[in-house]
């Protein structure tokens, strides 16, 4: 950051230094104070073209001071706020929870029909709530509107995960779905307008939703994982990267749910596992985090422009006005009579910029917003320094 704002502070000098080398090729009158002499005339130009080591010091000092305090304040407020996430449970975990219990049921009652259609019912609820499809088209695939398509997570694993390979390998037959045809029951939610909708599906992922659990994932870490993946094939205009096992996506890309419901050695031997994708999500906060990333250049830029703009004009530029006129009286102490008679000169062409100054409100107004002096405070008399300039002269 320091680099990049010395970059632009280079350039800024060197392109302030060629447009005072084109000015002076056309210089005015010596008396005829015209736009000119107010631009021209400034004392302060003649220490513009090199920068001393005291103002060099002021300057990378207050940057690095800015910088800090910048870099502070995005790792200081986030700690300091509340998360949104910690009001209320989700839905994916409330969800994962009741088809959890229903399985157990269709477990304990030797799979009675009316068990598995309980069962069924509630996993396709809880697909469809979570439609991965609705987002990836949602004219298509959410014609209703109100779906998962508002959302930045989708489901896309379902299964059966465990240490236990043979437990997860039995669990899984049993709670894939074979009872209910997906598309059946995706018709009878398909023209109810609700709050929020279910949307559809593509026929291919019926076919999916009907399939065996036979997807082998986490063989070599110890867990073994039985499932079906909504995009584990290609869907013209919808799924264009395939994704068979959740280990295919980067950590950050996929969220793990699971029923809580259970003691951690029931969940050891075997449970329901559901991912949700999160790229759409990931997307959007890298969009974010550039964005920061570039307002934070920015505030950083005009910070230190306008701390080094005010130390310069207040303090470094007349403290090297004074050492420069010091110098020269005492190599010629006659000169001191011309820097008078220069000093009379600029007051006079301040008084004269002053008063054009009161018939151009908005002009002067857009110049100290520019320069930072809006933001400061105003002084009713004149700074130390010009006094002592000006009794260095007498």
């Given amino acids: 950051l320091v680099r990049i704002l010395k970059l632009y502070k280079a350039y800024y000098e060197a392109k302030s230094a060629r447009k005072r080398e084109e000015?002076?090729?056309?210089?005015?009158?010596?008396?005829?104070?015209?736009?000119?002499?107010?631009?021209?005339?400034?004392?302060?130009?003649?220490?513009?073209?090199?920068?001393?080591?005291?103002?060099?010091?002021l300057s990378e000092t207050t940057t690095r001071r800015v910088i800090?305090?910048?870099?502070?304040?995005?790792?200081?407020?986030?700690?300091?706020?509340?998360?949104?996430?910690?009001?209320?449970?989700?839905?994916?975990?409330?969800?994962?929870?009741?088809?959890?219990?229903?399985?157990?049921?269709?477990?304990?009652?030797?799979?009675?029909?009316?068990?598995?259609?309980?069962y069924e019912?509630?996993?396709?609820?809880?697909?469809?709530?979570?439609?991965?499809?609705?987002?990836?088209?949602?004219?298509?695939?959410?014609?209703?509107?109100?779906?998962?398509?508002?959302?930045?997570?989708?489901?896309?694993?379902?299964?059966?995960?465990?240490?236990?390979?043979?437990?997860?390998?039995?669990?899984?037959?049993?709670?894939q779905i074979s009872a209910?045809?997906?598309?059946?029951?995706?018709?009878?939610?398909?023209?109810?307008a609700g709050i929020y909708n279910f949307g559809n599906m593509p026929p291919k992922a019926w076919e999916i939703l009907e399939s065996n659990w036979t997807i082998e994932c986490d063989v070599n870490n110890g867990w073994a994982s039985r499932g079906i993946s909504l995009v584990a094939d290609d869907i013209a205009d919808v799924v264009t990267h395939k994704v068979r096992c959740p280990g295919e996506l980067r950590r950050s890309e996929s969220l793990y749910v699971v029923s809580w419901l259970m003691t951690e050695s029931a969940m050891d031997r075997y449970h329901m596992a559901f991912f949700f994708d999160l790229r759409p999500f990931?997307?959007?906060?890298?969009?974010?985090?550039?964005?920061?990333?570039?307002?934070v250049l920015v505030l950083l830029l005009v910070a230190s422009l306008v701390f080094s703009s005010d130390a310069?004009?207040?303090?470094?530029?007349?403290?090297?006005r004074m050492i420069d006129r010091v110098e020269k009286i005492r190599d010629n102490p006659l000169i001191a009579m011309r820097m008078a008679d220069e000093e009379f000169k600029q007051e006079e062409i301040a008084r004269a910029r002053k008063a054009k100054a009161k018939k151009e409100v908005l002009k002067h107004l857009i110049t100290q917003v520019t320069t930072g002096q809006i933001c400061g405070a105003g002084t009713s008399g004149p700074l130390e320094t010009v006094i002592l300039e000006k009794t260095i002269i007498k």
């Fill in 68 to 118: 800090c305090l910048i870099l502070a304040m995005l790792l200081g407020l986030p700690t300091m706020q509340t998360e949104l996430s910690d009001q209320i449970g989700f839905s994916a975990n409330y969800g994962a929870d009741d088809v959890f219990m229903n399985f157990q049921k269709l477990q304990a009652e030797g799979e009675e029909p009316a068990a598995r259609m309980d």
């Fill in 312 to 320: 310069n004009r207040l303090i470094v530029h007349p403290v090297e």
């Fill in 180 to 192: 209910t045809q997906a598309g059946e029951w995706e018709q009878s939610y398909e023209n109810v």
């Fill in 23 to 57: 000015k002076k090729k056309h210089p005015g009158e010596e008396d005829d104070w015209d736009e000119d002499d107010f631009k021209h005339n400034d004392p302060s130009d003649s220490l513009k073209d090199k920068e001393s080591h005291v103002g060099r010091k």
């Fill in 121 to 175: 019912e509630s996993l396709l609820r809880y697909i469809y709530y979570h439609n991965w499809f609705s987002y990836a088209d949602e004219e298509v695939y959410c014609p209703l509107g109100s779906c998962a398509s508002d959302y930045y997570a989708q489901l896309f694993w379902v299964g059966i995960r465990g240490r236990d390979a043979s437990a997860v390998e039995r669990n899984a037959r049993i709670a």
């Fill in 282 to 295: 990931i997307r959007m906060e890298a969009m974010f985090n550039m964005l920061n990333t570039g307002t």
